[in-house]
């Protein structure tokens, strides 16, 4: 009875092109409305598209960089968009002024002579049974050929006073790849094209594989499509590409989004799942004297986050099934305490730790960190980079091996095949996001005896919650937001030009002072040679006006490494005043007594990068300043700087820069591996991915495992989508 009770899914409704021309039967409409007679055959989908009419191999390499190369990729390749276009009318019923489109017959066409060279007029009278008129092209003299009498088409445009002012058309005598009125009535789908590949064309071929989606898998279980009155994949497809109206289409998308937000949310479990089962960690004994002594010597007391995290990491490191939490905080809100506790409990149970950096750079940085904050407890820090000299690895990998040092840091280097660890038991990966999947598995197989670490990633670029429980959804997560106390705030100012000269002057009066400052060129697209050249022109202009009383150094992602260092090592000595640089001094900058950054093109930003360049100020004693020259051309643009000028909180800026911004626009989204959705759309389709989430944890508990036999198709379609190959190939 159970199944009288659910309701039934509504079908979809499916715009069908009418059989415009003398009443012939569509292929596709006949296709499209037979019922499936066989069993789905999904392998018919792995057919390449060059099967397809006009898909030569030409069109099928534009394709291919599309992301199209079979038939299941074109099915999935949904329109961002869709043209309402009415049915035709009569020539009879056209009104001047008002668009539609027309079904005619062409009597005689002919080019008409113009005096400017690059206008083209091409006129041709056409009738229909209601009537005649003129019907006019500008600029489309090749058709005169294909306009002979007894032609016939569909005509889109507007009726004007000299005639029929025409912007689409489209032959019924086509040749056989769609239906007529494919592009002129009804909904038009359009899909994301390219120069080579136009919209039409993909029309087209959506068309053919329409009947084909059929075979489309169907990874949704049944009972879950009922209770949530769900089409099923076939028809959300089909009427995604060819919907009856606009509320069709949204709800074909939404179905498709949910799919998609479903599969990649139990790629994720099934991940954290198959570390999980079986993985055993090392349960470790509650903290001890020597970690109590060492927090004691802090000289400071922990904030509210930092206890919770501390509480958090006891409880994950007291079991045995493997720690993978994230660490989340800005730069200065205290992480390193947290990771340097989470070692050290390792040491205190008689194993070892490593913490694991993705640079040279940011290794030897924590290494001097590690240093100064151990001194008390009496640990020794080792540090291992491809830097370090052969004969000094080949001691150190021997000593590892047997259980000395307790503690190193380093790069990848110490995840190379040829470290043994005698009994790794924490590991902490920095800037976890440039770490890929297989560089997390080599890390896990450190573990003495198939053991795995307890690891603890961290992340010094705050996201919002929605998105990390996508991008992470395989990690537990734990965010510091609260700054360390006596932190001061960084006055923000936005500025517009009319006040340059008073920014000038302020930063004169700091710099008269003892201190320092940054000026951040603006963000060039896509090539750092411009961006370098840029940064070059603005050193040598403000060396020779506003700041030339000054010592200007100059930084660029073009420099080599010895150039950088070098004025790196000249603003940090102080030999330097102002600092001129494109955005590289986001990272590995530490100056205490630098007090103003100034942003030149700020509305060029994104907030979160607004923000991480902030934070290379406010590091010392002294109050400091922020300007952002910036020009909001855009209301978005004006409400992002606002944001920026009252919000500190980089958390909350993230939500801001998310919800103004849309997901894929973020800076870092695609590096935290967050694929690239094509139904789904975030911080839109939120409510989907929670409910996705919900449903994929019940399913899970329901049969025990996502894999388990009566569970269905999910978790092959997830791995062919999102598996782990998959989702490292698109953080790349
Ligand atoms: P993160 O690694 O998150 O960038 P750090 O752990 O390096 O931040 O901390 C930044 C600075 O703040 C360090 O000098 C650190 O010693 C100090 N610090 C950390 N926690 C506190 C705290 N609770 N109170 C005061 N200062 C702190
Ligand atoms: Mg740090």
Redesign the pocket.
Known sequence: MEAALEPTPDPPRVYVPRALAGGEVLEGERLLAAPLKSNPRPSVLDAPITKLRGAGPKLAAAAAELGISDLGDLLRHLPHAYRDRAEPIGLGDLKLGEEATVQVEVAGAKLRPTRRRRLTILEADVFDASGKVKAVWFNRAWLADRLQPGARLLIRGKLEKRGFNVAEHEFLEAPARAPAGLHTTGIVPVHPASERLRPQRIREWAWQAMPLARHAVEPLPGRLRRELRMADAADALVASHFPADEHAAEAARERLAFEELFLYQAALVTRRGRRAKGARGIALPEAGARVAAWLGSLP????GD?RRALEEVDRDLGLAQPMQRLLM?????????VALYTMLRALEAGHQAALMAPTETLAEQHFR?LET?LAEAGAPVTLLTSATLPARRRELLESLAAGQPELVVGTHALIEETVTFSSLAVAVVDEQHRFGVRQRAALDAKGPGGRLPHVLHLT?TPIPRTLSLTAYGDLDTTA?REL???RRPIRTRVVGEDRRAEAYEFIRERLREGRQAYVVCPLVSDSEAIEARAAEAEARRLSNTELRDFRVALLHGQMSSDEKARAMGAFSSGDADVLVATTVVEVGIDVSNATVMLVEGAERFGLSQLHQLRGRVGRGEHESFCILFGDPESAAAKARLDAIATERDGFALAEVDLSIRGEGEILGTRQHGLPRFRAASLPEDTGLLLEARRRVLELRDRFGSLEAPGVGPLMDEARRRFGDERVEQLAA
Do not use: N, W, Y
């Open positions: 400071f007391a922990l904030t930092q905080g800005e730069v200065g809100s205290g992480k390193t305490v960190t904050l010094a510091l360390p106390e006596g």
